[in-house]
């Protein structure tokens, strides 16, 4: 009943003004409660892609946001954080992380704390917070162990880099220091 008198027929409307209002003024406007609200956006989100026209129509500020706070700020955002919604997530993180290489951006800028995690917790770990488990993946997992072994080379070698540096400094010195006697 709901349905029919607030969406059947304006379904393309009510998806522009969410995407150029937001969900909080339309809700309004319709003057819904949260049980209605919830009706009307779940019939528009699985029947209308809803909340993938919504990414798709804001790419840049979902990329970004993904990139800077990973997947579950996204889903936060976008109101879709219950399990019912992992279809429609998988097909928005697709969109995200694989097609916009999002997942590549997110590890590079968060390195630290996924070595810290594949470390500590091991990749089985580190691969499902990434939410890159699954064959789907594979191809995308290998690039973040790539990412993750670079950063971890690059770490050993600045590391050693500097150890010799300091040694070298120390023994040019050590060998230019002038020695004088105690009188």
Request: net charge negative; with cysteine; charged share 30%.
């Amino acid at each position: 009943m709901l349905i029919e008198s607030f969406a059947r027929g304006r379904e393309t409307v009510l998806i522009t003004r969410y995407i150029d209002d937001g969900p909080t003024a339309l809700r309004e406007e319709l003057g819904l409660e949260e049980d209605g609200w919830r009706v009307l956006f779940d019939y528009l989100t699985f029947k209308h892609a809803l909340v993938y026209k919504c990414v798709t129509s804001s790419r840049d500020f979902f990329i970004e946001s993904y990139i800077k706070h990973g997947s579950t700020h996204v889903r936060e955002i976008l109101d879709i954080v219950e399990d019912k919604y992992d279809d429609v997530w998988q097909m928005i993180f697709d969109f995200l992380a694989i097609a916009n290489k999002g997942l590549e951006y997110h590890v590079i800028e968060h390195r630290e704390r996924y070595m810290t995690a594949f470390k500590v917790r091991g990749g089985d770990f580190a691969r499902k917070v990434l939410g890159i488990w699954g064959d789907k993946y594979d191809e995308h997992w290998g690039k973040v162990l790539n990412l993750l072994l670079h950063a971890v080379c690059d770490d050993h070698f600045d590391e050693q880099h500097y150890d010799n540096g300091v040694r070298l400094f120390t023994s040019i010195a050590n060998v230019n220091r002038v020695r004088r006697g105690l009188v």
